[in-house]
């Protein structure tokens, strides 16, 4: 994809978001467990930190860094924003867009969307449903992962509890964009739910609280990566 070797699906995205147990040098720790449990399993394992933390585990990790969001702005005065090409220069190779804590407008979504893939990130659109799913194939992202917000952090999965969501989401954007990686997010917390989520047609998870909340975090990746290739 886009020219990178080290991206292929399935693809496990861990966000970090905001948790103390993932910010600084826990950041950086937990990186390189992704990355351990990456080249163990030979599953693409990426990794989604705050802002501050992308340079230092670029630097310390070979595995892909996803920044968590951009702005659509460019070069100027736009203090404050999220600057796609600062985040290209601090090593991610990629970006989420629309994460349900940090919504964005279609348009806005759009202009990321065209921002990323000017600098060359990866873009991985957020969607909270089938038909948002559906909008957001038409602009032309790199990935969707399909996530309803009330089941994001609660343990219970989207491929067991709204296993429609999945599918239907999977079909609608395969048809509007058949080049679209859609990936499924919301309470996964174990391999089941990572084997029913690509049993459902999708080519990957993105799993936050599961990973970075875990006793051993390091475990809980390699099992996500086992059954998502047993599935």
């Known amino acids: 994809?886009?020219?990178?070797?080290?991206?292929?699906?399935?693809?496990?995205?861990?966000?970090?978001?905001?948790?103390?147990?993932?910010?600084?040098?826990?950041?950086?720790?937990?990186?390189?467990?992704?990355?351990?449990?990456?080249?163990?399993?030979?599953?693409?394992?990426?990794?989604?930190?705050?802002?501050?933390?992308?340079?230092?585990?670029?630097?310390?990790?070979?595995?892909?860094?996803?920044?968590?969001?951009?702005?659509?702005?460019?070069?100027?005065?736009?203090?404050?924003?999220?600057?796609?090409?600062?985040?290209?220069?601090?090593?991610?190779?990629?970006?989420?867009?629309?994460?349900?804590?940090?919504?964005?407008?279609?348009?806005d979504i759009d202009a990321a969307i065209r921002r990323a893939r000017e600098v060359g990130l990866i873009s991985v659109v957020c969607t909270n449903n089938t038909p948002v799913s559906a909008s957001a194939a038409a602009l032309k992202p790199n990935m969707i992962a399909v996530e309803p917000p009330e089941l994001i952090g609660t343990g219970i999965p989207v491929s067991k509890a709204k296993p429609e969501v999945v599918t239907s989401t999977v079909e609608a954007v395969k048809r509007i964009n058949p080049e679209v990686i859609v990936l499924c997010g919301a309470g996964i917390t174990n391999g089941d739910d990572v084997s029913a989520a690509i049993r459902l047609g999708t080519e990957g998870i993105l799993v936050a609280s599961g990973v970075v909340k875990a006793k051993d975090p390091y475990k809980v990746m390699v099992d996500f990566a086992e059954a998502a290739l047993k599935a």
């Open 1 to 107: 994809m886009m020219g990178y070797s080290n991206i292929k699906t399935p693809i496990i995205i861990v966000n970090f978001k905001t948790y103390a147990e993932a910010t600084g040098e826990k950041a950086v720790k937990l990186a390189e467990m992704a990355e351990k449990a990456s080249v163990e399993t030979g599953v693409c394992i990426g990794v989604s930190p705050q802002f501050v933390d992308i340079y230092k585990i670029a630097r310390r990790v070979s595995i892909p860094v996803f920044s968590q969001h951009i702005d659509p702005i460019e070069y100027g005065s736009f203090t404050g924003h999220v600057l796609p090409e600062s985040v290209k220069e601090a090593g991610a190779v990629g970006t989420l867009i629309n994460h349900s804590e940090r919504r964005l407008k279609l348009a």
